[in-house]
């Protein structure tokens, strides 16, 4: 995950890989995960970055958005 420096990102979707997306806010680090192919998919279609973006608040305690 070398370079990686936030947003969204898909990996595995090789054959016989588990695809895994996963969102990470470079503003407040908030991560956010989906595995398998149904969840990835889904995660996705939601827009986890502009989601996310209306609840981000990394002046608040709690850097990582558990939602
Ligand atoms: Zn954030």
Do not use: E
Not at 4 to 25: E, S
Not at 37 to 45: G, H, I, L, Y
């Amino acid at each position: 995950m070398s370079g990686w420096i936030g947003g969204l990102h898909i990996h595995g979707l090789d054959r016989g890989q588990t695809p895994t997306a996963d969102y990470l806010c470079t503003r407040c680090g908030a991560h956010k995960r989906a595995t398998g192919s149904t969840d990835v998919k889904t995660f996705v279609a939601t827009n986890p970055a502009a989601d996310h973006s209306t609840r981000c608040n990394p002046a608040t305690d709690k850097p990582h958005d558990a939602a």
